[in-house]
Structures are given as structure tokens and as C-alpha cells.
């Protein structure tokens, strides 16, 4: 099992990854940080939440996993991806627009 430090964005945080293949939800600053992903290609995707991580794509496909906060402005572009993230206060945690934009982790057999 491979450990990637987010130094020296957040020292104290890690994603864990066995084989490239399973990633487990990462604990920041006291709280679960939850992980979007876009496989679909969608150019906007609505979020519950402000902070969060952007996986690009399912793996093989993936970009290094990045922390985002959308901050005040309510919207950010992840930069590796190019997608458009914007809070939308009526969804709560994972819930995505449209629907299943959330990372799942994918069991290594």
C-alpha cells in the first residue's frame, strides 16, 4: 500500500492508495473532505459542499488528486480538469448535479 503526502499543501493529511486503484476518503482540519469525480465530462458540476477533492476521472484515467475550496466565490475550476465546480446550497454532503459525480472507491480484487 502506497501513502502520498499532500506536503506541503497539508502535511498532516494523506491519501492512502493500494495499487493505484483504491482511495480512501481524506480527514482534513477535523472533517471528512469528500472526492468528485468527472468521468462523464460534464463542464459544470453542482456540489454540497465547499470544500472538497477533485480526482479528474475514474483510475487509470485520474489526475493527481487536488483539495479545492471554493471559498466565498461559490465556484472554482479545477485545474488539472478544467471542471467547474459551483455550491448549491439545496444538496447536502455527496450529493452531486447531476447525480453521481462522487468518487466511490473502486475494490482492488
Known amino acids: 500500500m502506497r501513502r502520498f503526502r499532500l506536503w506541503p499543501f497539508a502535511p498532516h493529511a494523506t491519501i ?3 495499487d493505484y486503484q483504491t482511495t480512501e476518503t481524506t480527514a482534513m482540519a ?3 473532505i469528500p472526492h468528485f469525480q468527472n468521468s462523464a465530462g460534464h463542464e459544470v458540476i453542482e456540489i454540497g459542499v465547499t470544500e472538497f477533492m477533485c480526482v479528474g476521472a475514474h483510475p487509470p484515467f485520474d489526475h493527481p488528486h487536488v483539495y479545492l475550496d471554493l471559498g466565498d466565490e461559490g465556484e472554482k475550476v479545477c485545474g488539472y ?3 467547474l465546480y459551483r455550491r448549491n446550497a439545496s444538496l447536502h454532503g455527496t450529493e452531486t448535479i447531476p447525480a453521481g459525480c ?3 472507491e473502486l475494490n482492488a480484487a
Open 102 to 104: 462522487v468518487f466511490e
Open 30 to 32: 477535523g472533517h471528512i
Open 16 to 18: 492512502v492508495r493500494a
Open 81 to 83: 480538469c478544467s471542471t
